[in-house]
């Protein structure tokens, strides 16, 4: 909804916002764009009415200000039909679809476009560091979209990338997620089946072959050219150092070069994938695509390092899914050897309040040295099976403070701290180093 705003400010409109708890990055280029916040939802922020509301998915009936709207007679529109009528039509839009990485991939396919002097168009979930936005509108007939499965609004249920009308459509990955509004595994691969259905015949499809639940969404019917990247497909990438911070690249085959960068991790080397690929599709020549990526730095809560104290490093990234957690935290291993990993996570999403991956969570922690966890305020399930499986690695906090104090306590110099989070985790980054600063000047 940030992205949305600084969309709408640069078609001219006056925009001012409602919301609870915003923080960086996005409050900040917000507050750097002078787009008014308002915190909360008081009616008084509809003074003087608005010509027009437009409504984020986590809002419902019973907000005070959307039933203000509804009462008072106002316009209003989800975020993604207004971007879709007021922003794409008559581009070519490049979706990034997947329950993981769109925001990284979708990033690194903006700056490709940029570094080819296509100067794309782009709102995506986060911040990437090339640009210093998370959104842009240019003259350009190409623009980037991360597009969500999510819901779009309460009062239209569809998944939100049904009103992008994708052109090129990159399939990441698919499990399942979002438990809070999909009952099942079927139910998202229906949604993006709905996707695909309106990819048009001279469009394509960048799909990641070894996911068998995409597999399954193409059974259901294609009518667009598909691209596979990974594994078995035509696009696919070899490391050449263990941490995947230098790999080749092939097309079918064929060798096409190599990138250097500053990420690390198999994931990101498939999310370069399918970004090379969905440029390629827009005519931008491969040497191209790995010239840019050289050049890329990561989104912002991507494997962030937030600062180093003591010999204590500490990282920020936005894992919230136990397979975001694996791949995240066997990246840092693969880059950091034998030195301690403490991993620390929030479980705030609602799928994860709702315990659906409580069987598979403490596997996905299993690089990782020692394990602080948050306890949810409103759970439905114990946490404890999770601890005991930890075998002695594990324990879990009821407060922010007592999780500080206990890593103040265990940290030593050598550590690396990932600190995970869909949330700020009420900014326990900057609460952490501060600690540490003043535990090393005595």
Request: with cysteine.
């Amino acid at each position: 909804m940030a992205g949305v705003a600084l969309l709408a400010r640069s078609l001219g409109h006056e925009v001012a916002g409602s919301d609870v708890g915003v923080y960086p990055p996005m409050s900040t280029q917000l507050a750097e764009q002078g787009i008014a916040m308002h915190e909360g939802y008081d009616v008084a922020h509809l003074t003087p009415a608005p010509d027009a509301v437009i409504i984020g998915n986590v809002l419902s009936r019973g907000n005070a200000l959307v039933e203000a709207v509804l009462d008072r007679d106002l316009p209003y529109i989800s975020g993604a039909q207004w971007v879709a009528e007021n922003v794409l039509r008559h581009r070519w839009v490049l979706a990034v679809a997947g329950t993981h990485g769109k925001t990284t991939t979708a990033s690194m396919l903006a700056w490709i476009l940029e570094y080819a002097g296509l100067k794309p168009g782009f709102l995506i979930g986060g911040v990437p560091a090339n640009f210093g936005a998370s959104a842009r509108l240019t003259d350009s007939r190409f623009f980037v979209i991360e597009a969500d499965e999510y819901d779009t609004a309460f009062f239209d249920k569809r998944s939100k990338f049904v009103h992008y009308r994708a052109r090129t459509a990159v399939l990441n990955n698919l499990e399942y997620d979002h438990a809070d509004i999909f009952p099942d595994l079927d139910a998202i691969k229906r949604q993006f089946h709905h996707f695909v259905r309106i990819v048009p015949p001279t469009g394509r499809l960048i799909v990641n072959a070894a996911d068998a639940n995409l597999s399954a969404v193409l059974a259901m019917g294609s009518w667009t050219p598909i691209e596979k990247f990974g594994a078995n497909g035509e696009w696919t990438a070899r490391p050449i150092l263990v941490d995947a911070a230098q790999f080749r690249v092939q097309l079918r085959g064929k060798e096409m070069g190599e990138v250097r960068w500053g990420l690390y991790g198999s994931h990101n080397m498939d999310n370069a994938l399918a970004a090379i690929a969905a440029a390629h599709h827009v005519g931008v020549p491969v040497d191209r695509a790995l010239a840019a990526l050289t050049a890329f730095q990561n989104t912002k809560r991507r494997l962030e390092i937030c600062g180093q104290v003591g010999g204590v490093t500490v990282y920020d990234d936005f894992a919230h899914h136990p397979t975001a957690i694996e791949v995240t935290l066997a990246a840092l291993r693969a880059r950091v050897g034998r030195q301690r990993i403490v991993a620390v996570l929030e479980l705030r999403s609602n799928t994860m309040r709702l315990g659906v991956h409580r069987d598979t969570l403490a596997d996905s922690l299993k690089a990782a040295d020692q394990v602080l966890l948050l306890r949810p305020t409103a759970r439905s399930w114990d946490i404890g099976g999770v601890i005991a499986e930890l075998e002695g690695r594990g324990a879990a906090h009821d407060t922010t403070e007592t999780l500080l104090q206990a890593l103040r306590q265990t940290l030593r110099p050598g550590d690396h701290v990932l600190i995970m989070s869909n949330g700020n985790f009420d900014g326990l980054h900057a609460r952490l180093l501060d600690c540490l600063r003043a535990d090393a000047s005595g």
